[in-house]
Nanobody
């Protein structure tokens, strides 16, 4: 069994910052790709940022330069540092990890609400 626990969401004013964390625990042999997705009301879930096992990162165009994804392999944790937040960043944020136990599987966090509003 693998569990993902997210933390760090909340309410922030435009221009503010938040840092999301997603920690994996349980039967984990190795983790390859780690990513953050978000889903706003009435919208489809979309990829925000992703980082490979070698540290190569991808960002959605609208967050490039404002968000930074990182990982701590020793802690099986992925982070999303979000700066210069805008109201359009408001969404539920989900982490997604590709984990090898007996086979490769994708796991989702429970989601954490990020609200950017004055």
């Amino acid at each position: 069994q693998v569990q993902l626990v997210e933390s760090g969401g909340g309410l922030v004013q435009p221009g503010g910052s938040l840092r999301l964390s997603c920690a994996a625990s349980g039967s984990i042999f190795t983790i390859s790709r780690m990513g953050w997705y978000r889903q706003a009301p009435g919208m489809e879930r979309e990829l925000v940022a992703r980082i490979t096992s070698t540290g190569s990162a991808y960002y959605k165009d609208s967050v490039q330069g404002r968000f930074s994804i990182s990982r701590d392999n020793a802690k099986s944790t992925v982070y999303l540092q979000m700066n210069s937040l805008k109201p359009e960043d408001t969404a539920v944020y989900y982490c997604n990890l590709a984990i090898f136990n007996r086979t490769w599987s994708q796991y989702w966090g429970q989601g954490t609400q990020v609200t950017v509003s004055s």
